[in-house]
């Protein structure tokens, strides 16, 4: 998911983050983050952030973002993440601020149902409605909240049509913001809606972009459900089966990431 940037001074950036090294101004710390998050490691990356969480925002926010990340990964971690939503909440001092960290909220509730652990989904939609109202239009966090309605316009609210209007808007505001992991992202749930509507070419096309993408950033525990969805686009009629278990499903893509977890991607960290 789309995170800020830090400076070498160690204080966030208010820019869209670019994964490792490819981020303008991108410090060891930043560095370090990215590299123990794409390879599953959450816990070592948020405890890099733990010391300044407490009175910065923005480190606050990029640490939730990395526990909630974890709970889609692997289905665990809840109670940290909610202790980390609950500081960032606290540290919130602008309306950008307070809208990404309602934008964090809503999708750990999202998480929780959608993984079948709570039913917590009037509580989504509505921290999603909150950041709506704090979030201005060309707010850098407003194409991460524009694919996260989309998550819920889709698996929640089984509203194709209204997720694919968010995925466009969110695709249309990382492209322009070269926020590429997001891309990797929306080109993949895109491609989802495209497959379920009957378009095996234009699925295959962008879950190789997403798996493209994401090779390229070196986001090495998000290319097991990046290749999952492809080879499901390759095989059509099971693919496209209304019976069958779509490539875009969050249950699936669980299943998937724990495989990659399992294969204890941080011992190859080094």
């Known amino acids: 998911m789309a995170d800020t940037a830090m400076s070498h001074s160690g204080e966030p950036k208010a820019v869209p983050w670019i994964p490792g090294a490819r981020a303008e ?3 060891p710390l930043d560095v370090a983050v990215w590299r123990l998050r794409s390879r599953g490691c959450w816990d070592d990356a948020a405890a ?4 300044t969480a407490d009175r910065s925002a923005p480190a606050a926010l990029q640490r939730v973002a990395l526990l909630v990340e974890r709970c889609l990964f692997t289905g665990e ?6 202790d980390a939503l609950r500081t960032a909440e606290a540290v919130a001092g602008t309306d950008d601020e307070r809208g990404a960290a309602a ?18 989904a009037d509580e989504a939609r509505a921290a999603l409605g909150r950041a709506v109202a704090l979030l201005a239009p060309a707010a850098d966090g407003r194409p991460l909240l524009d694919f996260r309605r989309g998550l819920i316009a889709e698996h929640l609210s089984e509203s ?3 997720a694919r209007a968010a995925y466009q808007r969110a695709h249309a505001g990382a492209l322009a913001r070269g926020d590429l992991l997001l891309m990797s ?12 509507d009957g378009e095996p070419a234009e699925a295959r096309r962008g879950f190789a972009e997403s798996l493209r993408i994401r090779e390229e950033l070196g986001y090495l525990v998000g290319t097991a459900p990046a290749l999952v969805a492809l080879a499901g686009a390759v095989d059509e009629p099971e693919a496209a089966s209304p019976h069958g278990w779509r490539p875009s499903s969050p249950r699936r893509d669980h299943v998937s ?3 990659c977890v399992s294969l204890r991607v941080c011992a190859t960290s080094t």
């Open 48 to 51: 890099l952030l733990e010391p």
């Open 257 to 259: 990431l724990r495989v």
């Open 77 to 82: 971690g809840w109670a940290a993440a909610e």
């Open 160 to 162: 194709p049509p209204a």
């Open 25 to 27: 101004g991108a410090g």
């Open 185 to 196: 992202f929306t080109w993949r749930h895109l491609a989802g809606l495209a497959l379920r």
């Open 103 to 120: 934008c964090e909220r809503g999708h750990l509730a999202y998480a929780s149902t959608v993984l079948g652990v709570r039913d917590r």
